[in-house]
Each structure stands twice: as C-alpha cells, then as structure tokens.
C-alpha cells in the first residue's frame, strides 16, 4: 500500500548558490589536461563527482573539468537554483548538494578527498545508507548446517498446504468491491515471488527507504515496479528522485496471478451476490504498476487512501490488488481515518486481497507485523527476513 499523497512542501527552501568560471593566468596558460575534479558550484558544502556518479546524470557541463592548480576563479552569482533529480541524493534533502573546493587545498584524491556534507546535516554514512542495496533473502552465513526437512514433515506440509488451498477457495466479500482471497497463493508462488523480489531488489531501482524532506522515515523498505512513485509528491514517474534509477518492469509471472486472482474474485462475488454485471461492482485492470514493501517486525503503515493513480482509473475504480508474503499482518480499512471506527483483518502469507469499485476509496494501513508467522517451508526455501513482504498491483 502506499502511504497518503500531497507534498508536504508547497515550494522548496533555496538557499543560494556560487558557480565560478575559469580565467586564463596572466602568464597565457589556462584550463590544463582534463581531470575529473567536478565544478565548483558552492561555498562551504563539499563533494566529489566521482564519489556520487548520480550527480552527472543531468548535468549540462560536458567537460573538461579545468585544473584547480592552473585556473584562477571568478565569482558569478546565480540567482535561482535549480532542482533536478540528480540534485536530490534522498528524499530528506530540500536543497541541492552544493560542490565546491579550494585551489590552495588541493591535493590528488588519492591523498585527501573532499568532506561530504549536505545542508541537512546528513552526514556520509546516512547517504551511503540510503543507496545500499537492502536484502530481503540475506545469504546464509556461518558454519552452521541446516538440516532439511524430513520426507514425512515435507508431505505434512503439502497435505496442510491442500488443506488451506481448499477451505480458502471461496475466500470471503468484505464488502462491496472488496474481496479477500485466503491462501489463495500457493507455497511454490511464494517462493518464487519472494526470490523474484530479492533479485529485482538487489539491482538499479530495488529496495530503499523512503523518506520526506523534513527527516521523517517511512517504517519500510520500498521498491516500485513499471513506474516510480515519490512519497514526498504523491507523483508516478519513469526515473527515481534521488538517483536516477529507472523501476524495474512488472514480471510476467505476477501480471498472470493478478489476471487469476481477479476472475477468481468476479466468480466469488457471482456466486455470492447474484448480480448480472459482476464488473460493475469490481472492474478488472491490467496492472503496469507495483509497489513492493517490505515491513520488519516493527513495521507500520497509518491509514491512508491510495489516489495517485491517472483521474481515469480513479474514476473507473480500477481496483488495488495486494501479496502477501511471509509474516501475517493486521490490516486496518473504513470509510474514515480514523483507528478507532476502522475494521481489521489478519492477512497472512498467500493471502490477496482485492479493492476496487465502491471500495476503491478505503482507508487501510497496517497496524502490526505478527512475528514468526511465517510458514516454514517458506524461509527454508528463502531465507526471507523476518518480516512482511507486500506487492501492491494497480493500473495507472
């Protein structure tokens, strides 16, 4: 689920900036060989090019970079900064990661590299942080050996597994436009999700924690699939603010269980509400966009209602299709924000639930992880964290 939208800022905080244009020395020499030092564009924060390829990515000096020891700088004021998203290392900077450096301290970097610093204080650890790839399936580490399961405790599993597939398959109308779908993802979907999400989650685009600019964390790791969604604007786009990163694409594997799971759903409601048109109450979507979060045991998500989305889905009510994986999860939804009034269900691993229609609009959130609620057969097959996986489908 993603969190409520609107920017918390109407405009951004800008401070200004410097740049400094090369002037040839009076002995005729000028700009030397081309190195990779960056343009001095600040006065006190500093940052070296190399060390945060993103900067370059929208930059419009193509090089070469003048030589510190051979250039005499001239001051030029700028008077309107802008802002880009190579400008932007995370969510919780509101202004532009000024570069400068001082012709009389430099030293090859081999010796001394620039302090990183940004005017919100971080400091490098909290920016290396951000950008370090997050595994949901940690190798295992140690000499510890893992015995494996036994063949009885094997076909245990599969008999319960059945079990569950089977008094699941009618899955229970919340209301209207809602549908919950028990166990409906099968122990061998889960597996192969979850391995698909590390892989996706360890490359350009996967697993980070989102933030806003005021320094306040959103309790998850989140990864977005088909498209971007920047929690600070509440915007879908086709590259990440602080990085770059384009999303990753939606695996075919997961477009054909949301295909499933919805006709699954129209049958369920068919059978239990008798209607004539089942897609006037939950219209069908062909998603192209997934937002995947992964909650530890202290996660949360307050409540809040998902209208990102195109004004064209949101009218039509194109409904949100949710994964869970891993530890259950207390689920919250109603028609108010407010805790107190709102409903809950237990969504546990395997488990879809479905909104659309009337329902599109619901408030949800997740209260509580439920600790070592995960089926066994899938850690052992996954080494997942402790924690909740969730994969939000939808059509922008």
Not at 82 to 107: F, G, P, Q, W
Not at 146 to 171: A, H, T
Not at 294 to 308: E, I, K, N, V
Not at 353 to 360: A, C, D, H, V
Request: net charge neutral.
């Amino acid at each position: 689920m993603s969190p409520a939208s609107g920017s918390r800022y109407s405009k951004h905080d800008v401070s200004p900036v410097y740049e400094y244009r090369p002037k040839p020395l009076p002995d005729g020499s000028g700009i030397g060989k081309q190195n990779h030092l960056p343009e001095a564009t600040g006065t006190s924060n500093t940052v070296l090019k190399d060390d945060f390829p993103s900067l370059s990515c929208q930059s419009g000096y193509k090089g070469p970079w003048p030589d510190p020891r051979r250039t005499q700088f001239e001051p030029l004021r700028v008077e309107e900064e802008t802002e880009s998203c190579a400008s932007l290392l995370h969510h919780d900077l509101s202004r532009k990661v000024n570069i400068s450096y001082s012709v009389d301290e430099y030293k090859p970097t081999q010796e001394r590299s620039p302090q990183i610093s940004t005017s919100t204080g971080d400091s490098v650890d909290d920016l290396q942080a951000v950008i370090k790839p997050f595994d949901i399936c940690p190798v295992k580490t140690g000499t510890l050996v893992m015995l494996k399961p036994s063949l009885l405790v094997k076909n245990r599993e599969k008999r319960n597994e059945m079990k569950r597939s089977m008094e699941g398959e009618s899955g229970i109308v919340l209301r209207s436009g809602m549908v919950l779908l028990k166990n409906y993802l099968s122990l061998s979907d889960q597996v192969k999700i979850a391995k698909t999400c590390r892989e996706l989650g360890l490359a350009s685009g996967g697993f980070y924690q989102p933030g806003y600019r005021d320094g306040a964390k959103l309790n998850l790791k989140m990864m977005c699939l088909g498209k971007n969604w920047d929690p600070e604007s509440g915007n879908y786009g086709d590259l990440r603010p602080f990085d770059c990163a384009a999303p990753p694409g939606i695996p075919r594997q997961f477009y054909l269980l949301v295909e499933k799971a919805i006709k699954d759903s129209h049958a369920l409601i068919q059978q239990k509400v008798r209607v004539s048109r089942v897609e006037d109450i939950l219209p069908s979507m062909s998603p192209n966009i997934c937002i995947v979060n992964f909650y530890s045991a202290s996660g949360r998500l307050g409540l809040h209602q998902d209208r990102d989305e195109s004004p064209e889905s949101l009218q039509r009510g194109l409904p949100v299709v949710s994964f869970s994986i891993g530890d259950a999860a207390e689920f919250l939804y109603g028609d108010q924000r407010d805790v107190d009034k709102a409903e809950k269900v237990e969504l546990e691993s395997g488990d879809v639930l479905i909104f659309g229609g009337k329902s599109r609009h619901i408030f949800h959130g997740v209260t509580a992880i439920k600790p070592n609620t995960a089926p066994k057969a899938l850690l052992e097959e996954t080494n997942l964290r402790p924690g909740r996986l969730n994969l939000t489908f939808r059509e922008y």
